[in-house]
């Protein structure tokens, strides 16, 4: 196994400093609106996974602009303020983008059905890691329907996110750079 | 600033992933075995995104109301109608109320009833939720500054809510009823069998060792038993909603996935539990006689 598969690669420098602050910032923002308290019957426990989707989003198209340091952190600050056991968010989004570097070659560049289909892949996948987690530290069988709602949820709301992401990074990431080069 | 060699720029951010990796597996483990751990970071970073939380759940609670007012527009007249009903009910019962006050007051001077301590409250906004599958808590914009302490019963008008488990000087986190670390002392109202309130992070909580479960009925309304000394006894909890062999579960009082203000209860009991080690009167053998001394009179005066 090479630690190489673990780096971000090379890609087009971006020289506007706060353009480079975006991904760090929407991640950090994902983070922030799943813990505030929307009053939609059931929300608490069934929030979509939003910091997840931005970093599958980010991993995959600027992995060096949210480099691992800033996941650790997001995820630390995350769990500290949701009260949960301090790790497990840090953890969670340090292995999607584990996992996401190492098989990020075959979604860029693809169509957004593939990227979707990685993100149902590559999101469930730690959703369903997750819950095993927790299953393993409380010593007991957890329910695994909230989970799965959760799980379904994410996955139905990620073309919104990723639009969102999507668009964000044309206007302030590529945009700029692209124009400059013109 | 120290200059690196490439090579060893490039090691270090090649193996910066894998490290934070088992860092926060590292954490993860050391967390559960010592969970006191991270407490003092947690209240600290609570302590300091208190105020930005607050600001950021403002506008939130704004458009809520704007939908509400909306909505109570479209069915005014029925509502009108129904409080108008409701009033007429309610009158009615004031006076039986208010009659029976004072006949508890003059039957309770009577029989010469200790009081019930006296009750304070504080009342604080949610300020931020959980946001996960695997905990039930919230976090509440008022801390030890407000009084709050730990252990504390948090309760909104209809029932409880949870307790405090963390309290900064500027925020503090309720562990709700549900939450799988939950435990609290109930008794089912009416015929005072004591049970366990266990939460199992479902919406709906366990009922664990009750005294006659064959007596258990859907319905029974269940009340907190006061054991334990940290909650105030008969705050309304929940109703039983299923009995059975897969044991039975308490539906809460209170829509826990949708609070605002909720009020943290001063029962003022922490002060009054007995300090661990009485702290010793004088040093030396003169404490010792003295200890007899206090021994002696306790014996049968004839």
Redesign the interface.
């Known amino acids: 196994m090479a630690?190489?598969e673990?780096?971000a690669p090379e890609l087009p420098r971006v020289n506007s400093n706060a353009a480079r602050l975006v991904p760090i910032l929407t991640t950090t923002i994902a983070a922030?609106v799943?813990?505030?308290?929307?009053?939609?019957?059931?929300?608490?426990?069934?929030?979509p996974a939003l910091a997840l989707m931005a970093v599958y989003h980010w991993t995959l198209y600027r992995p060096d602009l949210l480099?691992?340091?800033a996941?650790?952190g997001i995820?630390?600050?995350?769990d500290?303020?949701?009260?949960?056991?301090?790790?497990?968010g840090?953890?969670t989004l340090?292995?999607t983008?584990?996992v996401v570097?190492r098989s990020r070659r075959h979604f860029v560049g693809r169509s957004f059905p593939a990227v979707w289909a990685g993100f149902t892949l590559v999101g469930g996948g730690m959703m369903l890691g997750?819950?095993a987690l927790?299953c393993l530290?409380?010593s007991s069988l957890?329910?695994p329907?909230?989970?799965i709602f959760?799980m379904v949820l994410t996955i139905a709301v990620f073309p919104a996110a990723s639009f969102l992401l999507g668009s964000t990074q044309r206007v302030l990431i590529d945009g700029p750079r692209l124009m400059r080069r013109r | 600033m120290i200059r690196l060699s490439p090579q060893l720029r490039?090691g270090i951010?090649?193996?910066?992933?894998?490290a934070?990796?088992l860092?926060?597996?590292?954490?993860?483990?050391a967390?559960?075995t010592d969970q006191t751990?991270?407490e003092t970071?947690?209240t600290g970073?609570?302590d300091v995104?208190a105020p930005a939380?607050d600001v950021?759940?403002r506008p939130?609670g704004a458009a809520?109301a704007a939908i509400d007012r909306v909505r109570g527009f479209i069915g005014v007249y029925q509502v009108n109608r129904r409080l108008e009903e409701e009033n007429q009910r309610l009158l009615q019962w004031q006076q039986v109320a208010l009659k029976l006050t004072t006949e508890n007051r003059q039957l309770q001077g009577l029989l010469k009833v200790v009081p019930d301590r006296a009750v304070s409250y504080v009342t604080a906004r949610?300020?931020?939720?959980?946001?996960?599958?695997?905990?039930?808590?919230?976090?509440i914009n008022a801390g030890s500054q407000a009084g709050l302490a730990r252990g504390q019963a948090v309760i909104t008008g209809d029932g409880l809510v949870g307790r405090l488990?963390?309290v900064g000087s500027r925020a503090a986190?309720v562990?709700l009823i549900t939450d799988?670390n939950s435990r609290i002392p109930v008794k089912i109202e009416g015929s005072n069998t004591g049970a366990v309130l266990a939460g199992?992070?479902?919406?709906r909580p366990r009922l664990l060792y009750v005294g006659s479960p064959e007596a258990l009925k859907i319905g029974d309304r269940v009340v907190t038993s006061g054991e334990g000394g940290v909650f105030p006894p008969d705050l309304p909890v929940g109703m039983v909603s299923a009995v059975g062999p897969a044991g039975p579960r308490v539906e809460p009082y209170v829509?826990?996935?949708?609070?605002?203000y909720v009020l943290a209860v001063d029962y003022g009991l922490s002060g009054a539990l007995p300090q661990p080690v009485p702290p010793a009167v004088r040093p030396g053998r003169k404490s010792k006689a003295a200890s007899e001394e206090l021994q002696t009179p306790a014996q049968p005066a004839r």
């Open positions: 630690l190489r673990f780096t922030l799943a813990i505030l308290p929307l009053q939609i019957p059931g929300y608490a426990a069934l929030t480099p691992s340091y996941l650790f995820g630390l600050g995350e500290l303020l949701t009260g949960s056991l301090v790790g497990v840090a953890l340090l292995v983008r584990a570097l997750l819950w927790h530290l409380e957890i329910n329907r909230n989970t959760r | 490039a951010q090649r193996s910066t992933l894998p934070l990796i860092l926060s597996g590292a954490m993860l483990v967390g559960k751990m991270f970071l947690r970073l609570s995104a939380l950021a759940s939130l809520e949610v300020i931020a939720n959980s946001g996960g599958a695997y905990v039930r808590t919230v976090m488990t963390e986190r562990l799988l199992d992070n479902s919406e829509e826990l996935s949708q609070l605002g």
